[in-house]
T-cell receptor, first 115, second 114 residues
Framework: DAGVIQSPRHEVTEMGQEVTLRCKPI?????LFWYRQTMMRGLELLIY????????DSGMPEDRFSAKMPNASFSTLKIQPSEPRDSAVYFC?????????????FGQGTRLTVV | AQKITQTQPGMFVQEKEAVTLDCTYD???????LFWYKQPSSGEMIFLIY??????QNATEGRYSLNFQKARKSANLVISASQLGDSAMYFC???????????FGGGTRVLVKP
């Protein structure tokens, strides 16, 4: 398997523009997580899905952020409108259901810069 | 609610020596799993080691071992015989049976000196 695939790897956009980040989880994984990483706030969980259903979106900073998982092999995180303070690295991770607690496998991340 | 705390923002370690990274957690769920991840300067997140709350033995993976003290709610990572390639950020994380969300601590930056 190719692992968790995120696109784009880098995104530079102007304030006010819509940004869409994409994630393809590992096939067969039931959980998908979206994280944001900044120097100031560390690694924050934004939202996570189980079997394509959002379970907890309490980490989504505000209404400008939305996430969808239309099927088991694709998820998007959208920011509209984007602001400079949204600049961060956004990670997607997936994990299987399994027995006990499985580790999450991370994508390479999308580095977002909003100017 | 679940919470992970890493109190050491950064530390130096001499090459070939051992280093202990602290992690304390808080949850009311009796069933949980604890993880350590490494993030080198290249940015990827690499899974290192896992400890389940009901595991009787401390987890070990090569040079990594987890000092699990359940009563104290601590899960410290020990890296033995440090190498220059161990220089990275290290994150402690937890999943609980309630929801299975994966929550991370603030991380500890380790710099290995030659």
């Amino acid at each position: 398997d190719a692992g968790v695939i995120q696109s784009p790897r880098h995104e530079v956009t102007e304030m006010g523009q819509e940004v869409t980040l994409r994630c393809k989880p590992i096939s067969g994984h039931d959980y998908l997580f979206w994280y944001r990483q900044t120097m100031m706030r560390g690694l924050e969980l934004l939202i996570y899905f189980n079997n394509n259903v959002p379970i907890d979106d309490s980490g989504m900073p505000e209404d400008r952020f939305s996430a969808k998982m239309p099927n088991a092999s694709f998820s998007t995180l959208k920011i509209q409108p984007s602001e400079p303070r949204d600049s961060a690295v956004y990670f997607c991770a997936s994990s299987p259901q399994g027995q006990g607690f499985a580790e999450a496998f991370f994508g390479q991340g999308t580095r977002l810069t909003v100017v | 609610a679940q919470k992970i705390t890493q109190t050491q923002p950064g530390m130096f370690v001499q090459e070939k020596e051992a280093v202990t990274l602290d992690c304390t957690y808080d949850t009311s769920d009796p069933s949980y799993g604890l993880f350590w991840y490494k993030q080198p300067s290249s940015g990827e997140m690499i899974f290192l080691i896992y400890q389940g709350s009901y595991d009787q033995q401390n987890a070990t993976e090569g040079r990594y071992s987890l000092n699990f003290q359940k009563a104290r709610k601590s899960a410290n990572l020990v890296i033995s015989a440090s190498q220059l390639g161990d220089s990275a950020m290290y994150f402690c994380a937890m999943r609980t049976a309630a929801g299975n969300k994966l929550t991370f601590g603030g991380g500890t930056r380790v710099l290995v000196k030659p």
